[in-house]
């Protein structure tokens, strides 16, 4: 007689609400977990235990992990919910106004995604970080050269600023995006940066001096809000709206030539 095979346990159950600040609201069922980056979860039922632990699996694998993390200047540790007994709930949202975007991801299937976009994820589904290919992509990629891998089986949630906007990519076709604004990508889609065009338009552009270059086959997810732009605008600091374009390209010839003080 053969042995029995266990039936692989369901989905997670969720809900997407809201409208500027979205938030995830995650139904675990006994024997079901989900791992969160730290400081993301919003409520909790009080059935639902939680636990802090070192990023990684495996032999050496959580060192390693929380190695990796730690240079990009992520946390070291992931905060880990289940239930025992009864349904409980968990809810997860992002720092600053935006959506969430959820990933029902195959085996084997994988999603490139900004940095500090995690948010969390079923315990199925392996986060890993991920270098872009080429030197000139890590570089001048304006928003730093570290992309975080979502690898399933499983579902797991990323926030983006603003509104997202879906591009579906044929084979060979090519969408180029202020390097800031991508929020994920299939790992089908080839990614490089570019220079913005002539020396003229890059620096006073207003845009920056790189454009990244996304390349299909596959999906791609823009946000049409940064941080850093948010930053930008409540500071009132150089790259605001009075002084536009001219301020940032005065401002990137400054980063390229340095001071002559």
């Not at 400081?39 to 909790?44: Q, W």
């Not at 490089?192 to 791609?220: C, H, N, R, W, Y």
Request: aromatic share 10%.
């Amino acid at each position: 007689m053969s042995a029995a095979v266990a039936e692989p346990m369901s989905p997670v159950q969720y809900r997407i609400e809201g409208d500027n600040l979205e938030v995830v609201r995650v139904t675990l069922m006994p024997g079901q977990e989900v791992y969160a980056e730290a400081g993301k979860m919003v409520y909790k039922t009080a059935n639902v235990d939680w636990q802090t632990q070192m990023t990684g699996s495996g032999i050496g694998g959580k060192l390693f992990g929380a190695l990796k993390r730690k240079l990009t200047g992520e946390s070291l540790f992931m905060t880990h919910f289940k239930t025992s007994h009864d349904k409980g709930e968990v809810g997860f949202a992002g720092d600053f106004p935006g959506r969430i975007q959820a990933f029902e991801l195959a085996p084997g299937q994988a999603v490139l995604v900004q940095r500090d976009g995690f948010i969390v994820a079923e315990r199925t589904v392996k986060l890993d970080i991920a270098f872009t290919k080429r030197i000139a992509a890590g570089f001048f990629g304006g928003e730093g050269f570290i992309l975080q891998k979502l690898t399933g089986p499983g579902v797991a949630f990323i926030h983006g600023g603003g509104d997202f906007v879906e591009f579906s990519l044929d084979p060979g076709e090519i969408l180029q995006v202020d390097t800031g604004c991508i929020v994920a990508f299939d790992e089908s889609i080839s990614y490089d940066v570019q220079m913005a065009g002539g020396i003229a338009t890059s620096i006073f552009g207003g845009e920056g001096l790189f454009l990244a270059t996304l390349t299909g086959p596959g999906k791609a997810w823009i946000q049409t809000m940064t941080l850093s732009k948010l930053r930008r605008e409540l500071g009132g600091g150089i790259g605001s709206r009075s002084g536009g374009g001219e301020a940032q390209g005065f401002g990137a010839l400054t980063n390229m030539f340095g001071s002559n003080d």
